[in-house]
């Protein structure tokens, strides 16, 4: 199994509300990311989690908090986000946080009203 | 933070011609990637070569890395209209961390 799932797929919020992103990957990886991308713009990275440790915080706004559960799964909670927060988020994994290669999930489509 | 560039911006060519694009980097790496983002299967992982390579072939994809000019280049042979996507070059140092190029956007027309 070589695929990392997110879901929602699509999620629209207002600023005020609370929501979860959610990503699983079942190939064993110890690394998982969350990216933020914007339209025609590449991927800028947000989280690095490596053994399920916070291993890089890009300084990302406490409105996203992370969350690693287990080596499997990870989160992100929304609160009082901004409408500049719309973007695709974009979760992946690796075998380990200097690997190589990364496996990315189809993301989740964010609009914040 | 962003490495360097790709070239060109965006490519539109015929079904069965072959696709060159370029990408250009700053700093000294350790591998140098390139990644396919299309609607249909998101982002996906295509051809990875190490500093020490020149050259790789992978199915109809070349990749070839000059590291004194700091570039490098990916052809598409016999392209399809399945390789419409964003092509990003990214690269990864000694810190271990991906840097995304700002991509080139490629349009197979039928």
């Known amino acids: 199994d070589t695929e990392v799932t997110q879901t929602p797929k699509h999620l629209v919020m207002g600023m005020t509300n609370k929501k979860s992103l959610k990503c699983e990957q079942h190939m064993g990886h110890r690394a998982m990311y969350w990216y933020k991308q914007k339209a025609k713009k590449p991927p800028e990275l947000m989280f690095v989690y490596s053994y399920e440790k916070l291993s890089i915080n890009e300084s990302v706004p406490s409105r996203f908090s992370p969350e690693c559960p287990n080596s499997s799964l990870l989160n992100l909670h929304l609160h009082a986000l901004q409408p500049e927060d719309s973007a695709l988020y974009l979760c992946a994994s690796s075998q380990g946080e200097g690997s190589d290669t990364q496996y990315f999930g189809p993301g989740t489509r964010l609009t914040v009203l | 933070s962003q490495q360097g560039e790709e070239d060109p911006q965006a490519l539109s060519i015929q079904e069965g011609e072959n696709a060159t694009m370029n990408c250009s980097y700053k700093?000294?790496?350790?591998?140098l990637q390139w990644y396919r983002q299309n609607s249909g299967r998101g982002l996906v992982h295509l051809i990875l070569i190490r500093s020490n390579e020149r050259e790789k072939h992978s199915g109809r994809l070349r990749v070839t890395l000059d590291t004194s000019k700091k570039s490098s280049s990916l052809l598409i042979t016999a392209s399809r209209a399945a390789d419409t996507a964003s092509y990003f070059c990214v690269t990864q140092g000694s810190n271990y961390q991906l840097i995304w190029g700002a991509g080139t956007k490629l349009i197979i027309k039928p």
């Open positions: 700093t000294s790496i350790n591998n």
